[in-house]
Nanobody, 126 residues
């Protein structure tokens, strides 16, 4: 599976962005997906994850209530709607995929994922 993330940019505090992750070259609908981010000098961390069916999701505590992950298996797309953005959300955001046996399983650690997109930069200015 090849992944391409897009939708990043510069936004003011309190604003919103919608990131997209387009998948190709594989059986996207069999994959659990995660959005991760990495800020300068920090480790890559989970932002949100979604099972292959889309029924189950998980979020980092820091983004709960502000971010929403969703997927469209018919279009091979995953989205991350980010609202009420804060300066601390500034990072490069990556989407990742891995094959999942069970429809309801999601994964929350970077080393559990096999396929990564190239990243898209989100900058939130205060």
């Amino acid at each position: 599976v090849q992944l391409q993330a897009s939708g990043g940019g510069l936004v003011q505090t309190g604003g919103y962005l919608r990131l997209s992750c387009a998948a190709s070259g594989g059986t996207f609908s069999y994959c659990a997906i995660g959005w991760f981010r990495q800020a300068p000098g920090k480790e890559r961390e989970l932002v949100a994850a979604i099972s292959k069916s889309g029924a189950n999701t998980a979020y980092a505590d820091s983004v709960k209530g502000r971010f929403t992950i969703s997927r469209d298996n018919a279009e091979n797309m995953v989205y991350l709607q980010m609202n009420s953005l804060r300066a601390e959300d500034t990072a490069v955001y990556y989407c990742a995929a891995r094959f999942a046996v069970y429809s309801g399983t999601y994964y929350d650690r970077p080393n559990e994922y096999d396929h990564w997109g190239q990243g898209t930069l989100v900058t939130v200015s205060s």
